[in-house]
């Protein structure tokens, strides 16, 4: 199978492979929080959790796949609320594959979360933004319980010399939180977290606009300088850029990984799972949920190597999009407006995707 691309000079000639290797599943869009900064709380989607059956055909599609090896449960949505996470990491563990969760730490218990681990789970990404002490009104998580779980694993773990689970922490940085990420990496460092991955945040409402970092409203460096010495004292450090560059790089893409919707939709990344409304640089921009097809009609693979895909991934592997965050033209472009699509007739478009100007970080084991 191949597929001819037209190009500005010639032709591309593309042979789609089975390359898949991390597949992100969405259990429930469901939550036990309801954070200001989260998209779920300013979109119209409908909520609701994936059925055993689709799960257990979105298992079977992705034995298809020779290089996939990892499993995240993860979407925009609190895993843990799905009535049989636990059977789900059981059942995907026993497969073979590495499994992984994103979670708020908040609604399973210590009992819980590593009954978790006893089904095969490999790894956690928690949600940490703030030091216990901190008070800001963005703050959505009960930071110092997150913290007394995530120390408890970690000493779990080395009392049962089992060598996992991994820890990884999510940190989204904001106006009210930047001073004090130095101290909160200590801190995750202290607990044991093997990997603190410091993002940025996407405002979702147009009361957030103000409280990003990367716009140059705020010196971000003496900041970068404390986190890079702490990175070479046995934490592994995933940061963000503070200032928009002009290198694009797409870690979702360059990981090979999908992600599945708790309604069988599959969408190229976590930007078009859903429809919600962001502000790039203040500047208002709807972005619609995209799917390339639905696991309840067609199989994964089938839908991975599809013409549409398979143009999306070699346009966005190669950056074959225009750069419109920093475009002239931004203020009065229509293209701009949504992600439908852009100048250079790529639907849908990546164009104004702060993902791939690594302002934001995905969650994706590396």
Not at 84 to 105: C, D
Not at 164 to 183: A, E, H, S, W
Not at 265 to 287: A, T
């Amino acid at each position: 199978m191949r597929y001819v691309f037209p190009g500005f000079d010639g032709e591309f000639v593309v042979k789609p492979k089975l390359d898949l290797r991390v597949l992100f599943i969405e259990p429930t869009t469901r939550c036990n929080l309801k954070c200001e900064v989260c998209f779920k709380q300013h979109w119209m989607d409908q909520e609701g959790e994936m059925e055993w059956e689709l799960f257990e055909k979105i298992l079977k599609d992705a034995t298809k796949f020779p290089r996939l090896e990892t499993i995240v449960f993860g979407g925009i949505g609190e895993p843990t609320l799905h009535p049989r996470i636990s059977e789900m990491v059981e059942r995907a563990s026993k497969m073979g594959f590495k499994t992984y969760i994103t979670t708020n730490g908040l609604f399973f218990n210590i009992s819980k979360l590593l009954e978790l681990v006893e089904k095969g789970l490999t790894g956690f990404y928690f949600s940490v933004d703030y030091m216990p002490t901190s008070e800001t009104p963005l703050q959505h998580v009960s930071a110092g319980l997150v913290l007394e779980r995530i120390k408890y694993i970690a000493n779990w773990r080395e009392r049962m010399k089992l060598g996992k689970p991994f820890i990884g922490v999510q940190v989204v940085v904001t106006k009210y939180n930047y001073k004090d990420l130095p101290g909160l990496a200590r801190v995750l460092k202290n607990h044991g977290v093997d990997e603190i991955v410091i993002s940025n945040l996407i405002p979702v409402h147009h009361s957030l606009r103000d409280a990003i970092v990367y716009d140059g409203s705020v010196n971000m460096e003496p900041v970068v300088e404390e986190l890079e010495k702490l990175a070479s004292r046995g934490v592994r450090l995933r940061l963000s850029l503070f200032s928009l560059k002009t290198e694009r790089r797409c870690l979702f893409d360059e990981a090979r990984a999908t992600i599945v919707r708790w309604d069988g939709e599959v969408s190229p990344c976590y930007r078009f799972l859903h429809s919600y409304r962001e502000y790039v640089f203040g500047r208002e921009k709807q972005v619609n949920h995209y799917s390339f097809g639905n696991v309840k009609n067609k199989d994964l693979d089938e839908i991975w190597v599809s013409r549409e895909y398979t143009r999306f991934r070699f346009v966005t592997r190669n950056y074959y999009y225009p750069s419109c965050t920093d475009c002239w033209l931004r203020e009065s472009c229509d293209f701009v407006r949504s992600s439908d699509a852009d100048c250079w007739a790529n639907q849908p478009s990546c164009g104004d995707c702060l993902w791939a100007r690594n302002l934001i970080q995905c969650p994706i084991p590396v």
